[in-house]
């Protein structure tokens, strides 16, 4: 692929809030999580165990107090995201637009999430059963819809080009790089704001904990990272700084031997995404300084995922698990792993190791994920 | 600044609708535009008092899908999947040709698996966490629409669903287009699908967008939308990929336009300036005029807001020139993400045929809609050059041109994004 420029990003993650919060997280070995507010956890001790919240969100804080009440936590953590990269890449200044002949038409978003109307589906669900469905809120509904998120993120923030929803589970803000790709290749934008957004919900914990995931020791995260994707010449024209260029990706699926399993840990489909994304880039496997995964606990999916990389990159390389320190985040995980990879580019210590450890600098970095269901994406980022 | 890209086109199409199963069907119901709408079954709707809906009555999983697939499946992958046989089988391609890393699946959907979260929800508040069953949690997911196609037919490359709301078809389409453009595949299965749920259908209600009856679009008396369900898919292939195995060529996929309100989480711009920027850019990105479209598949909703902003692209893009239009949804009901993918088909039927299919009830034309509404009656027309219109919440908006074969010039990239700077009104952030 032509290589992109990264040229900010915004980051709210159970470390904190922006990328200032995240390197220096990063640079402690262990950092604090606060109480869980995000959802009623009484009847639920355990749940500060297993769940690692944004810590002090208040979106009043970014957005003012006005036209909140109807938005969901999604959307607030979206919105924030994106506010926080397009300050951060330079393109807005003060809340407007500041290059010329870079405005709301120019800049599009394609973010991705897996779970995203859970909240909504399940509050407004809650009033059907229990009461009636005619009683529902009308306000709400829309947050009911995948897409929802989105499109607040475009009213809020006044972006006007493409707005795209992508949904591939834990490969979606992976995804959207792939997918933005193809539209600055195609001459859709020239800025598109990219990665992803899950928050958390009792829902979305009590799943996990049916699914028995939490008992194998997953954080439960959430959060939101959305970066400013650029052609390498319109950010160089801007002057604009470049945290890191995209220089390939790759996705594969590969399907279960047999049908009788839904679930699949694919180490096959990570081993196509990893070639395939490297052949993208043009780098040799031997480049890579590190593999920044979407590994977030033991069992067959991180078997497979380490696997998988393996084989194309061998073991010698050292692997990342952003995840011990952010929590799972599904459909902004592989976000979260390229905020952490550009941290750690750009100079934090790198901790939260699956495999290994850095010695000098960090230069050019495979970010990884891999879905349930047979699905795997890799995106191979290098130091601007 | 242009650059040429590969023909994409259309060899297969399967459908799951209200009106018919499969292509000829489907068509032939359109055409003579017969009634999809009737009472719902599915769930009782009494209390809302609104009972009418383009459900797909009679579908069978089983008569489709393998004994594993339907335990795997809601009634949403089912339709996606059976949609997604008809297509396969309708083009003819190989199992073989269509195994391995150069074949995507792209699929929209606006809420995709809903009567499993239905059911997990259910169970969950009427019996408390330990009554979701595992099995079907790991059901739940729109993700899951694609990851079905992709198991049956071998898709190792790009597995992804597009959930655009009531835009998704367009969405999914217009991006698996561009993914053989962009020389990522060679072949994609994609469209979209959508089923009728009682929070859905109960939350169009509560927005007091529903007809209670009939959805009449462009009516002066519309009263509304009608909810719908089905699935429709089609198979995409680069030009090399289907001369190579002598593939039936029913359309090619022009260019398509994409813009965002940024307006309303609900309702279009009134001034429906990005409706407008997505029309000029599919047509433009098609390398052809306005003059040369002879026919638009609207969006036609019934809605008061839809019709009128959709009556004003048509007036901006067309000028004095009264291009034929049609709403299928007038048979069909809105089929919500499975909308526009299945009237994606319908315009390659229409190109196949010459045939505009009608809208039916039709009766009283609103001053604020002058257009020429293809009314009732199917009409016989030139059809070389087709555009398929779609909104959706979000503000999202999706126009994708179709095109007979050889009727387009060679397709350009352009650096467009001609959003004009919206007038009038603000942005409403709250939804209100």
């Known amino acids: 692929m032509t290589p992109r420029a990264i040229t900010g990003f915004g980051v709210l993650s159970a470390v904190g809030i922006g990328r200032e919060a995240l390197m220096a997280a990063l640079r402690q070995p262990a950092p604090k999580r606060g109480p869980v507010t995000a959802f009623d956890v009484t009847g639920y001790p355990d749940a500060a165990t297993h769940v690692a919240e944004v810590p002090d969100f208040d979106p009043t804080r970014f957005l003012g107090d006005k036209g909140l009440r109807s938005l969901d936590r999604q959307t607030k953590l979206l919105v924030v995201a994106a506010r926080l990269a397009l300050h951060d890449s330079g393109l807005k200044k003060d809340g407007a637009f500041v290059i010329p002949g870079i405005g709301p038409e120019q800049v599009g978003l394609c973010a991705s999430n897996a779970y995203g109307s859970l909240e909504a589906v399940v509050e407004l669900d809650r009033?059907?059963?229990?009461?009636?469905?005619?009683?529902i809120n009308p306000a709400k509904f829309p947050n009911t819809v995948a897409n929802s998120a989105s499109g607040y993120v475009s009213i809020w923030e006044d972006l006007r080009a493409l707005n795209v929803t992508v949904s591939d589970g834990n490969c979606g803000a992976l995804d959207t790089v792939t997918c933005a790709d193809v539209y600055l290749e195609t001459g859709r934008a020239p800025a598109i704001v990219v990665g992803g957004g899950e928050a958390l919900s009792e829902a979305l914990y009590v799943a996990s904990r049916r699914l028995g995931s939490l008992m194998e020791g997953t954080l439960l995260g959430e959060g939101a990272a959305l970066f400013v994707l650029e052609r390498v010449e319109s950010a160089?024209?801007?002057?604009?700084?470049v945290d890191a260029l995209v220089l390939g990706t790759g996705t594969a699926f590969e399907p279960p031997a047999n049908d009788g399993s839904l679930l699949h840990a694919s180490a096959t489909a990570m081993e196509s995404a990893v070639s395939s994304?490297?052949?993208d880039a043009g780098v040799a496997a031997s480049e890579v300084d590190l593999v920044v995964s979407g590994v977030s606990q033991s069992g067959v999916f991180a078997d497979a995922e380490l696997e998988g990389f393996t084989r194309v990159l061998g073991a010698g390389v050292p692997v990342a698990a952003p995840k011990q320190l952010l929590g799972e985040t599904f459909g902004a995980g592989g976000a979260m792993g390229m905020a952490t990879a550009i941290c750690w580019m750009d100079g934090a210590a790198c901790g939260a190791m699956a495999r290994g450890a850095v010695s000098g600098k960090v230069t050019t970095v495979v970010v990884t994920s891999l879905g349930y269901y047979g699905n795997a994406t890799a995106v191979v980022l290098r130091r601007a | 600044m242009s650059t040429p890209l590969p023909r994409v086109f259309i060899t297969g199409v399967g459908v799951v609708s209200p009106v018919g199963l499969g292509r000829v069907d489907f068509f032939r119901a359109l055409a003579e535009g017969k009634n999809g709408v009737a009472p719902i079954e599915s769930f009782d709707?009494?209390?809302?008092?609104?009972?009418?809906?383009?459900?797909?009555?009679?579908f069978r999983p089983q008569d489709h899908l393998s004994v594993a697939e339907v335990r795997h499946t809601g009634r949403c992958s089912a339709m996606t999947l059976a949609a997604a046989r008809m297509a396969v089988a309708d083009s003819g391609i190989s199992p073989e040709l269509l195994r391995g890393p150069r074949t995507a699946v792209v699929i929209g959907t606006t809420m995709g698996e809903a009567d499993v979260i239905a059911d997990l929800d259910h169970a969950w508040i009427k019996r408390g966490a330990s009554a979701m069953a595992r099995s079907v949690l790991v059901k739940?997911?729109?993700?899951?629409?694609?990851?079905?196609?992709?198991?049956?037919?071998?898709a190792q490359g790009m597995v992804l669903t597009l959930p655009g709301a009531c835009a998704a078809g367009n969405y999914a389409i217009g991006f698996a287009a561009d993914l053989i453009r962009a020389g990522k595949a060679d072949v994609v299965v994609t469209g979209a699908a959508e089923m009728i749920q009682e929070l859905q259908f109960s939350g169009f209600v509560r927005l007091a967008a529903m007809a209670p009856v009939r959805c009449q679009p462009f009516d002066l008396n519309r009263q509304g939308l009608i909810v719908g369900e089905g699935a429709g898919l089609v198979i995409l292939e680069s030009e090399a990929h289907a001369m190579k195995r002598g593939a039936r060529l029913d359309a090619e996929v022009g260019g398509y336009g994409l813009s965002c309100d940024g307006y309303h989480i609900t309702r279009p711009h009134p001034d429906a300036v990005g409706s407008i920027a997505a029309m000029r850019g599919a047509i433009e990105r098609s390398g052809i005029g306005p003059d040369d479209v002879d026919f638009v598949n609207a969006h036609g909703t019934g809605t008061r807001a839809n019709d009128a902003a959709e009556a004003k692209v048509m007036s901006d893009v067309f000028g004095a020139r009264r291009v034929p239009i049609s709403s299928v949804k007038s048979t069909l009901g809105h089929c919500m993400g499975a909308a526009s993918a299945l009237e994606a088909i319908a315009c390659v039927m229409t190109l196949e045929t010459g045939i505009y299919p009608p809208t039916v009830g039709y009766e009283t034309p609103d001053p604020e809609c002058d257009l020429d509404v293809v009314a009732n009656v199917a009409r016989k027309g030139k059809a070389d050059v087709l555009l398929n219109n779609s909104l959706a919440f979000g503000g999202y908006n999706s126009v994708v041109l179709f095109a007979r074969p050889g009727a387009l010039p060679v397709p350009v990239s352009i650096l467009t994004a001609s959003v004009g700077r919206l007038p009038g009104p603000q942005p409403s952030k709250s939804g209100a």
């Open chain 1, 127 to 135: 009033v059907a059963v229990l009461e009636e469905a005619r009683y």
């Open chain 1, 236 to 241: 160089k024209a801007r002057g604009a700084r």
């Open chain 1, 277 to 279: 994304a490297l052949r």
């Open chain 2, 45 to 58: 709707a009494t209390p809302l008092g609104r009972e009418m809906a383009g459900e797909v009555k009679g």
């Open chain 2, 140 to 154: 739940y997911g729109s993700t899951l629409l694609s990851v079905h196609v992709a198991r049956a037919v071998g």
